[in-house]
């Protein structure tokens, strides 16, 4: 920034106040917060069993369309049923999405990495054609999901409001009951892995698959289960956005939020609480981009380079572990260790 003949200190002064400085700006921080917890759970679970859970992104997308198709529909229902429906959609969206690698991954051997990066596109192509706004002269209709009331718009019908989550702190703070649902889900994974035959299979699977499968454990379906929970876990924070606060569906809608997920996972070492710190600095960041560039002309394409430091830094002791691997480079910091040993001494 310095460089650019900017001041860095009027610029992180203005990341200060758009985020934690004053009331509105830890309401937005707390409403990024929300997605990102979620999915770096569900980024966390693939990751204990395994499996690199590329494709939180699409089991978002597709637990959001579930959530919408329930929540637009069934008019008259009951608050209460109408909400845990919707719920409950979006969260079985994500476990089919998720179920599906990991399918293909214990029946064939198929990297999961390929096939969440293949299904992300199948999920933003169908979603995106749900809320289609078709063409009269090529015959092609709209999508089931299209609000016809605005022609040019392609976006869902507003979700009613019997599928609405509630607010916690109303407008203008706006901050929804779905920050407690994220942090009980933060809970119910470690509860989950540190607590439960499942999560010690899901781990042991993870850390020595051959142990596991001498210990009589089937890993192929543990495989399964643990990316079916991982999808559950995106499918819910695309159900919770989406009823919580966008209220309908629009394919911009939560876009970037699944690769943040993979970072918030990284960066919070795939604990829960990890995570959920991760996830208040990242929902930081992004709240306060906006007020940082209007203070001082920093874009907020700054604030990605900063988390990519950020994410490097906390990386670096993994990766210098695989750089001591070469035998020349692990043999130069030995002696680079020695000597500095000695030279205190």
Sequence with gaps: ??????????AYWGLYQGSLGQARGWAVTLRKMIPLIFVGLSVAIAFKAG?????????????????????????????????????????AGGIVWGAIPGLLKAATGAHE???????NYIA????????????????????PLWDSTDLAIAESSEILASAQIPWLIGPPYRIHYGI?????????????????A???????????????????????????????????????AGAIETLGLNHKFAPEFGEGVGFDGI??????????IGIVVASFLFGMLSAGAPRMQFESGVPVDLIRI????????????????????????????????????????
């Design 198 to 236: 499942v999560g010690f299979e899901i781990k042991t699977v993870g850390h020595k698959p051959s142990a596991a499968r001498y210990a009589g454990m089937r890993v192929g379906g543990i495989m399964v289960l643990a990316m079916g929970i991982a999808g559950g876990m995106a499918g819910m």
């Design 263 to 272: 970072t918030v996972a990284l960066l919070g070492q795939t604990h829960p």
């Design 180 to 196: 407690l649902l994220a942090l009980l889900a933060a809970l119910f994974t470690w509860w989950l892995l540190e607590n439960t």
């Design 306 to 345: 900063i988390q990519a430091l950020i994410l490097i830094f906390v990386a670096a002791p993994h990766i210098m572990s695989q750089l001591l691997r070469i035998p020349a480079l692990a043999r130069l910091v030995g002696t680079t260790q020695w000597t500095e040993r000695h030279a205190a001494r």
């Design 113 to 119: 990495v390929i096939t969440t990066i293949m299904l």
């Design 1 to 10: 920034m310095f460089s650019l003949g900017q001041n860095p200190l009027e």
């Design 124 to 143: 933003a192509l169908f979603t995106g054609w749900t809320v289609s706004t078709g063409s009269v002269e090529r015959g092609v209709p709209p999508g």
């Design 51 to 91: 499996m690199f859970n590329i494709g939180a992104a699409g089991q978002f997308l597709i637990g959001t369309i579930c959530a919408v198709a329930v929540g637009v529909h069934f008019a008259g229902s009951p608050a209460s049923l109408h909400l845990t429906a919707s719920l409950m959609a979006g969260i």
